[in-house]
C-alpha cells in the first residue's frame, strides 16, 4: 500500500443555497479543490462522489455521470462512482478514494460530497432522511431520527446523570466555533438559554439540539505521498482508516448509548496511524444531535462512559481546551448536507493542520474525522498529519 496525501481542497458556504443547484454546487466546491492543487482536470484520474438521496432531494440520479459531465471529464471517460452511506456517504468517498490511491489503482483521485435538501419540504426532507434507518421496522411505526437520537439522549440522561445544561453545552460551544467560520451556515454564539427554550422536538431534544437541514458541496483530492509536493507545499498524509458497520435499528443494539462502529472504526483507524488518543489535537465529529456528540466522545475513546457531559461543561472540548470537538462549528452550526458531511470535516482537518483556519486554529499536528450514517449503522473514522 503506498502512503497518501491531501494535496488540494475546496468547500462551498453551507446554508439554504436557492441560487445554486445541485450540479452547480459539486462543482464550485470542485473547482476550488482543483485551484488550491494548482491542478487541471484533465490531470484526475478517477472521482468518488458522496450523496445520500439525490433522486428524492433533486429527482436525480445517476449522479457520478452527472458530476463527470458537469466537471468537464465526460469528454475524457473519468470514471467517476457514487457512494451512499447515509450520512455517512462523503467520509465514505473518501475512503474509497484514499483505497484507490493507496493500492495504486489511480494516483490522482477526487473525493467530493454533495446534497441539494432545501428543494423540498420539510415533511418530505424528513422522509427522505428517515430512510436510513430501519424502514420496515422503526419508519413505518412513524418514527424519524430526532425521535431515535431522543430515545438515546433519554436513556443516557437516566444512566449516566446528564444534565439539561451540558447537553445543551454542546450547542452553545458548536454555535461559537461556527461563528468563526466563513462556510458556517450559522455564524451567531448562542447561550444556554436559546438551548433549553427553543422549540421541543424529541423530548428531550429541542430545536437547538439539532442540526440544521442544509445545500453544500465539498472536494477533496488525493495523490500519493511521494508526488504531493508536485503540488503543493502544504501536503496533509492520511495516517489512518476505519470503517464499521452495525445493526440498522436501534433495537438490536446491546447498548443504544455505545454506537458499537463507532469504537470499532476509530479503534481501527488508531491501530492504522499507529498514534493514541493523546496525540490527537482535535476532533471533526458527527453531531447530528448533541447527544451524538456526547457520545461519540466517549466511544471515540477519549473518555470513560458517562463523562463527556462534564468534560464538556468544564470548557475541554472547546478550541483551547483537552481535546478540541468540532472547531468547525460541526453538523450543529456549519450545517449538514448529508452527502457532503464527511468530505467538509476533512477539509476543515486539513486546514487546520495547514495552518490556514483563521480565527479557530488549533496548534498540533494530528487531527481526526469522525463520520456516522443513520444511528450508528455505518461509521468512517480517518486520521491525519503533518508532513
Known amino acids: 500500500m503506498r502512503e497518501v496525501a491531501v494535496i488540494g481542497v475546496g468547500c462551498t458556504k453551507f446554508g439554504e443555497k436557492w441560487e445554486s443547484s445541485f450540479r452547480n454546487l459539486f462543482v464550485e466546491a470542485g473547482a476550488l479543490a482543483l485551484e488550491d492543487a494548482n491542478l487541471s482536470g484533465e490531470q484526475i484520474d478517477e472521482i468518488f462522489v458522496g450523496n445520500m438521496s439525490a433522486g428524492r432531494f433533486v429527482e436525480q440520479e445517476h449522479i457520478g455521470a452527472l458530476i463527470a459531465d458537469y466537471a ?48 423540498v ?11 436510513a434507518a430501519d424502514r420496515e421496522w422503526e419508519g413505518i411505526a412513524g418514527i424519524t431520527f430526532p425521535g431515535l437520537y431522543a430515545m438515546i439522549a ?26 468563526k467560520n466563513p462556510n458556517a451556515q450559522f455564524r451567531k454564539p448562542i447561550t444556554l438559554d436559546t438551548v433549553i427554550n427553543s422549540t421541543l422536538v424529541a423530548d428531550p431534544l429541542r430545536l437547538f439540539d ?27 498524509k492520511v495516517l489512518g482508516a476505519g470503517q464499521a458497520s452495525s445493526t440498522i435499528a436501534l433495537h438490536d443494539r446491546k447498548d443504544i448509548c455505545t454506537l458499537d462502529a463507532t469504537v470499532a472504526a476509530g479503534n481501527r483507524a488508531f491501530q492504522m496511524a499507529g498514534v493514541e488518543r493523546k496525540d490527537i489535537g482535535f476532533v471533526e465529529v458527527h453531531d447530528c444531535f448533541t447527544i451524538a456528540e456526547i457520545c461519540a466522545i466517549e466511544d471515540l475513546g477519549f473518555c470513560k462512559k458517562g463523562e463527556a457531559g462534564k468534560l464538556t461543561e468544564e470548557g475541554q472540548t472547546a478550541i483551547g481546551g483537552k481535546i478540541p470537538i468540532n472547531p468547525s462549528g460541526g453538523l450543529k452550526a456549519c450545517g449538514h448536507p448529508v452527502g457532503a458531511t464527511g468530505v467538509k470535516q476533512v477539509y476543515e482537518t486539513v486546514k487546520q493542520l495547514r495552518g490556514d483556519a483563521k480565527g479557530r486554529q488549533i496548534d498540533t ?6 463520520n456516522v450514517g443513520g444511528t450508528g449503522a455505518t461509521v468512517v473514522c480517518h486520521i491525519f498529519g503533518r508532513v
Open 72 to 119: 468537464g471529464l465526460a469528454t475524457d471517460n473519468i470514471p467517476a462512482t457514487r457512494v451512499e452511506a447515509a450520512c455517512a456517504s462523503g467520509g465514505l468517498s473518501f475512503r474509497q478514494a484514499y483505497t484507490a490511491v493507496a493500492s495504486g489503482m489511480s494516483d490522482i483521485v477526487v473525493a467530493a460530497g454533495v446534497e441539494k435538501m432545501t428543494d
Open 121 to 131: 419540504g420539510t415533511e418530505v426532507t424528513t422522509d427522505v432522511l428517515a430512510a
Open 154 to 179: 433519554t436513556e443516557y440522561m437516566h444512566r449516566y446523570g446528564l444534565t439539561r445544561e451540558q447537553l445543551a453545552q454542546v450547542a452553545v460551544k458548536n454555535h461559537d466555533n461556527g461563528a
Open 210 to 236: 439539532c442540526s440544521p437541514v442544509t445545500d453544500g458541496a465539498a472536494a477533496v483530492i488525493l495523490a500519493p505521498l511521494e508526488r504531493a509536493r508536485e503540488f503543493t507545499d502544504t501536503p496533509i
Open 365 to 370: 499536528e494530528i487531527g481526526m474525522t469522525h
